[in-house]
T-cell receptor
């Protein structure tokens, strides 16, 4: 079957680091995305991994292990505006959304 | 970067009426557009895949006669919610992929409220 699992909610402190994990099961694999979605808004693209390893983009990094069906999104130097849902999205012949992780940032 | 323009952003309609939502790719040609629905605190759910010049492919459980999709050109896809009911109230989002780019670009979404 096709399945994306990620934690429902996480809480972290402003200025800290948080890691959001995602495990996936897809019939095929053509990459894994991370999107950020603020309440009531459309998702915005954060990262795309198709090969194993870490991709770094400023404060955000994404990691992929295809053999383990595992990815994580790492957010550093957290800011209040990072409070949002983070969607782990797998792609085989179509894109499959995880339920999203709601990240709460405390001052 | 690739931009998908979606209109309207918010619409309130009476039960039984129809509502049309438009998505345009502004600076690229989108042979395929995807339509999603998102209920509060839930994940995006794919409703249908819209292919330019051919019939849309609907996901299981989505009524094709209720959610009419037209993709008449490479830059425009429309979703019409026919005979809307309060349970159709949701956030509808389209997305498209610009050529070989990795990311899917999303429209800004349409919040539909049926009263």
């Amino acid at each position: 079957g096709q399945n994306i699992d990620q934690p429902t909610e996480m809480t972290a402190t402003e200025g800290a680091i948080v890691q959001i994990n995602c495990t996936y099961q897809t019939s095929g694999f053509n990459g894994l995305f991370w999107y950020q979605q603020h309440a009531g808004e459309a998702p915005t693209f954060l990262s795309y991994n198709v090969l194993d390893g870490l991709e770094e983009k400023g404060r955000f990094s994404s990691f992929l292990s295809r053999s383990k069906g595992y990815s994580y999104l790492l957010l550093k130097e957290l800011q209040m505006k990072d409070s949002a849902s983070y969607l782990c999205v797998g792609r085989d012949d179509k894109i499959i959304f995880g339920k999203g992780t709601r990240l709460h940032i405390l001052p | 970067g690739a931009v998908v323009s979606q209109h309207p952003s918010r619409v309130i309609c009476k039960s039984g009426t129809s509502v049309k939502i438009e998505c345009r790719s502004l600076d690229f040609q989108a042979t395929t557009m995807f339509w999603y629905r998102q209920f509060p605190k839930q994940s995006l759910m794919l409703m249908a895949t819209s292919n330019e010049g051919s019939k849309a492919t609907y996901e299981q459980g989505v009524e094709k006669d209720k959610f009419l999709i037209n993709h008449a050109s490479l830059t425009l896809s429309t979703l019409t919610v026919t005979s809307a009911h309060p349970e159709d109230s949701s956030f509808y989002i389209c997305s498209a992929r610009a050529g070989s780019e990795a990311g899917y670009t999303f429209g800004s979404g349409t919040r539909l409220t049926v009263v």
